[in-house]
């Protein structure tokens, strides 16, 4: 069984489960048997990965602020969760600029309102936060960001992210190290992710579905910035793994840890929208998208994570190639939008199938 069987039968509560990652994780964990609660403010896009595949049908769906504390409080105290993963967070960096205020708030005071609630939990309970790869301070070096490289971020979103991951520093140093606390924590770091079912307001993929489902042809100014694609799947299963673990062994608890995809996944946004056009299945790339500017890529920007921790600690590595990660994420849009498939099949086949390529390749997480 997948995670050492950790979450079936056990109760798993997920806020922000009605975005991009959450909406996944929640199908997750409700294929492996878990009793899943959400808690969210609401659904932040239209269409959503939540509505498309019925979630609010399939658990426990419950709205409401994270920074609100008597309300998560009493959602906390009436589930009792075995698991919680913290994803709830103001996470588009462009809304960061027209919003600082409200992004620091969500997301250093909505982390701080999560652990503050945890304080009070008086059973045996272990929680993922999870953060982002922008809280390292881009020092602008070429190789990858350790987990004990230094905080920090010269914009809202990433002060925002290593605020976050300071609250829980404090929190767990002041409160969470006595031996009769029954909470365990860590953090968890990863960087972009692309799959299915994101409609979020300026990431590039969700862009391109859209523009192409209208049959527009899609803009970019920066074809030959670089990213370090990865499946949403991949940090998925690092924050499955990582949880199962903290559950079992007290050495993981406070621990912060980075997950993200093999250094050759890193491909160009030109390479990417090739990929995705021809799984899409437009047959001259003209009409999928047309560079319309050329803005000189700083590579200092590119910020990659070094997940060696992760593989020592957790014998937990990327398990799909870079292919397989942008035909996966093709095939989900081309099938549902195009092709009328069910959202939430594909969706579990999509799991079903990031299952089957980590038992052939022998991932300690399926085995
Ligand atoms: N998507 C990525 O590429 C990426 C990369 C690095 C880190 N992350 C982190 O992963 C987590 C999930 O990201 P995502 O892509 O699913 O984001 P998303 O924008 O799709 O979803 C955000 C979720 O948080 C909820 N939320 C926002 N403000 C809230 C509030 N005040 N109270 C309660 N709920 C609130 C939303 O309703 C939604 O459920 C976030 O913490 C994000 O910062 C995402």
């Given at each position: 069984m997948p995670f050492n069987d950790a979450y079936s039968g056990r109760k798993v509560l997920i806020t922000g489960h009605t975005g991009f990652k959450g909406s996944w994780l929640a199908t997750w964990l409700d294929s492996l048997g878990a009793q899943v609660c959400g808690y969210s403010d609401a659904v932040p896009t239209t269409p959503s990965l939540f509505e498309k595949a019925g979630l609010a049908g399939r658990i426990d769906h419950r709205l409401g602020d994270i920074r609100d504390l008597a309300r998560f409080s009493q959602v906390v105290k009436t589930f009792r969760p075995d698991f919680v993963f913290h994803l709830a967070a103001q996470a588009i960096v462009s809304t960061s600029y027209n919003n600082p205020l409200e992004t620091l708030d969500v997301n250093v005071m909505g982390t701080a309102t999560v652990l503050e609630v945890l304080r009070d939990v008086d059973w045996p309970c272990t929680a993922v936060i999870i953060t982002s790869d922008?809280?390292?301070?881009?020092?602008?070096?070429p190789w990858g960001y350790r987990e004990t490289d230094a905080l920090g971020g010269k914009d809202v979103y990433s002060a925002s992210k290593g605020g976050a991951e300071l609250a829980f520093k404090s929190y767990f140093h002041s409160f969470f190290t006595k031996s009769d606390v029954s909470v365990r924590l860590a953090t968890a770091r990863a960087g972009n992710v692309i799959g299915g079912g994101d409609w979020a307001a300026d990431r590039i993929v969700a862009d391109c579905v859209r523009a192409w489902c209208e049959d527009r042809t899609v803009e970019i100014r920066s074809p030959r910035s670089t990213r370090p694609w990865q499946h949403v799947l991949e940090p998925l299963s690092g924050y499955l793994w990582l949880g199962a673990r903290l559950a079992q062994d007290a050495?993981?608890?406070?621990e912060a840890y980075n997950f993200g995809p093999r250094a050759e996944q890193n491909a160009t946004v030109l390479e990417l929208l090739a990929a995705l056009a021809e799984v899409w299945g437009h047959e001259n790339p003209e009409h999928a998208y047309k560079v319309t500017g050329n803005i000189p890529f700083h590579e200092a920007s590119l910020l990659k994570l070094n997940v060696d921790k992760a593989l020592l600690a957790l014998s937990w590595e990327p398990n799909l190639s870079y292919r397989e990660c942008m035909t996966m994420t093709g095939e989900w849009y081309r099938d549902v939008l195009?092709?009328?498939?069910d959202a939430l099949a594909m969706t579990q086949e999509h799991i079903a199938s990031y299952e089957r390529f980590a038992l052939e390749r022998g991932r300690v997480w399926v085995a």
């Open positions: 922008k809280v390292y301070d881009n020092v602008e070096w050495n993981y608890h406070g195009k092709g009328g498939n």
